[in-house]
């Protein structure tokens, strides 16, 4: 693994240096999207609903549309936010670790030690265990600042973002509020079929049947030569333009320039009278 940020966890004057790696991967079978007439590549343009013209990355920018009105933020705007730049994980409070919803979880990574000495790092670790609880971070990524929760899972320390409060919704269902009636004998049938069921987890027994059975289709597939010249599907030239985009509106430019290049080379010839009914003039030769 590679890590994809370094800093260090504050709180008091305890200082601990660490590495962050992404815990998590997809591992979903990449796809793309094609014609079903003839599976050339479909590709997606940065169309400008003004002008019609298609757009490079770097003459795009961001906005809020707030009705009538649109708010255009520069590079410039985003600059000037007073957004954290130091590469600290600040312990803002140690909360119990039920208090902590799940349903907040957002994204999971995994810290190292980074320093000669993983005490400090052992230190945290042990004491969150020992006390069951979970700490409640603050730090800057990638221009934005982040809620997290840092727990302990067996012997790593495991930094996992959390939503805003705001940004989880409150479940209210009108039916909920009716009241209904569970008798005793139900609760009873009920709880004997969870016993039935009952086991420790492993995450390890799950896989997922929907993308090895996807697998297996693509093997079939190409076994069966039921597949097409991977260079054919970008059309002519037979490879994938830089950045990996193709313009439609220019490629189709380019093609009708080559047709109508091709359609004069068939047509005969006409030179002007002028020129038929005069001869060009012998050169002179030079005397040695």
């Known amino acids: 693994m590679r890590s994809i940020w370094k800093g260090a966890i504050t ?95 957002e994204r999971s990574y995994y810290l190292e030690p980074d320093s000669r000495s993983p005490k400090a790092y052992v230190l945290l670790r042990e004491t969150l265990q020992q006390t069951d609880r979970t700490a409640i971070v603050k730090f800057a990524i990638r221009q934005r600042t982040r809620l997290a929760a840092l727990r302990v899972k067996g012997d790593v320390l495991v930094l996992q973002t959390l939503l805003w409060g705001d940004e989880v919704r409150e479940a209210n269902f009108k039916s909920l509020n009716e009241k209904v009636d569970i008798s005793d004998k ?57 950045g990996g985009e193709v313009l439609d509106l220019m490629e189709a430019l380019r093609r009708s320039v080559e047709r109508n290049r091709a359609d004069r080379k068939d047509e005969p010839e006409e030179k002007p009278a002028a020129e038929e009914e005069k001869a060009p003039a012998p050169k002179k030769r030079k005397r040695a």
């Open 11 to 105: 709180f008091g004057l305890v200082n601990v240096p660490v590495k962050v790696y992404s815990a998590t991967e997809d591992h979903d079978v990449p796809m793309h999207q094609v014609h079903d007439k003839d599976g050339g590549r479909i590709r997606y343009q940065r169309i400008c609903e003004i002008d019609g013209e298609v757009v490079e990355y770097s003459h795009i920018q961001k906005a809020y549309d707030a009705g009538d009105r649109t708010v255009i933020i520069t590079p410039e705007d985003l600059a000037s936010l007073p957004v954290e730049q130091n590469r600290e994980i600040d312990v803002v409070e140690f909360v119990p670790s039920e208090q902590v919803d799940p349903i907040m979880f």
């Open 186 to 242: 139900e609760l009873k049938m009920s709880s004997s079929l969870v016993k039935s069921f009952e086991s420790d987890f492993t995450p390890d027994a799950f896989t997922d049947e929907y993308q090895e059975q996807l697998k297996k289709l693509i093997d079939a597939k190409l076994e069966q030569g039921d597949a097409i010249d991977t260079a054919a599907t970008f059309g002519q030239g037979g490879e994938e333009p830089e």
